[in-house]
């Protein structure tokens, strides 16, 4: 639970420090910084596992030996991992496979070329023909227009032509006296009688 | 999104990448089951790792052995790459084969063979004392 704050130092005055004086750092647990030492705890100093001499030397040449080997060993594969990556990006199978893809570009640009030149001759033809639909078409819409006006002139003239003629018909200031005196002269009678067959009596009785 | 977490572990007193041993499985109690992970050296200890590099039973199975499992091809691409084997993966690898043994494996074998030797004479006298009471 707690953690021995290490140090040459440390330990000198920790022999001469009051018993109660912390120079123990809460790691973990459940205790609080404000809480205060167990009474089972209190006189506890805590002492580190004896160490034998031999053994520390014999460690110390073991321990030396292992971290020259893993330190070789780190190296060979960096060494390893950097080759690797060198062989990844310049190496023979690099170099083919970069080759492939340019080829593989250049055939499919040549092939695009191909099919834009079939494309646009495509294009140019259909264009045209719309051309001379589309012109082939205002020239019927020209001649269509050419006639109509033609119709409307024709019947203009006859409506012009009927009203001429109508217009011999009119009653004028000069007309006017004589077509009264023909009038009164000339009584006419619409009246008529038709029968069920369609019989048709114009003769009724005058007044 | 930039992808900020890997952004502060770089930047975080230069983390560094470890390979070193997560619990897998905590839904069961009492059944560990560690799983040999390179992660970067702040994360929780079963948290996001970068690549799971092999496994570890610590419960000896019914031949009454512990199984292990590593992917040597990418350990040793991490540890090109400047991966720390902790103490217990290292004891593990030391005992495959792939590092050399870990001194304290060795210290603690001899110190085991040197208890178990201490007991048999002990016994061995007791013995012989028991047969000199006799």
Redesign the interface.
């Known amino acids: 639970m707690f953690q021995v704050i290490g140090g040459r130092s440390v330990q000198v005055t920790r022999l001469l420090a009051p018993r109660r004086a912390v120079l123990v750092e809460a790691v973990r647990g459940r205790k609080s910084r404000t809480d205060p030492v167990a009474k089972s705890k209190e006189g506890r100093i805590k002492v580190p596992p004896p160490v034998d001499p031999r053994?520390m030397v014999?460690?110390k040449e073991?321990?030396a030996?292992?971290q020259l080997?893993?330190r070789a060993?780190?190296l060979e594969?960096?060494?390893?991992?950097?080759r690797k990556k060198y062989e990844e990006e310049t190496g023979s199978l690099a170099e083919e496979r970069a080759r492939q893809e340019a080829e593989e570009h250049c055939a499919l640009m040549a092939f695009n070329n191909q099919e834009n030149l079939r494309m646009l001759e495509v294009r140019t033809l259909r264009v045209q023909k719309e051309k001379e639909e589309a012109e082939r078409k205002q020239v019927e819409a020209s001649v269509q227009r050419e006639q109509q006006q033609q119709e409307f002139i024709k019947e203009k003239e006859k409506d012009i032509l009927k009203l001429q003629e109508d217009a011999k018909n009119f009653i004028t200031l000069e007309n006017l006296d004589r077509r009264i005196e023909d009038a009164l002269d000339n009584p006419k009678n619409y009246n008529f009688a038709i029968d069920k067959e369609g019989r048709v009596v114009k003769q009724t009785m005058l007044q | 999104m930039v992808h900020l977490s890997s952004l502060l572990l770089k930047n975080y007193h230069g983390g560094y990448v470890v390979i070193r041993l997560a619990l897998a499985g905590h839904k069961q109690a009492n059944r560990p089951f560690y799983r040999i992970v390179a992660a970067y050296n702040k994360r929780a200890r079963d948290g996001k790792y970068l690549e799971q590099l092999g496994s570890y039973d610590p419960l000896p199975n019914i031949y009454n052995e512990k199984l292990v499992s590593f992917n040597f091809d990418r350990i040793k691409y991490w540890i090109g790459c400047g991966a720390h084997p902790t103490k217990p993966v290292a004891k593990l690898l030391g005992l495959a084969g792939f590092f050399p043994l870990h001194p304290m494996t060795i210290t603690e074998a001899e110190r085991r063979r040197a208890q178990t030797e201490l007991i048999a004479t002990e016994d061995v006298l007791q013995e012989g004392q028991k047969e000199a009471e006799v």
Do not use: D
């Open positions: 053994e014999v460690l073991r321990f030996e292992y080997i893993t060993l780190r594969f960096k060494e390893e991992v950097l």
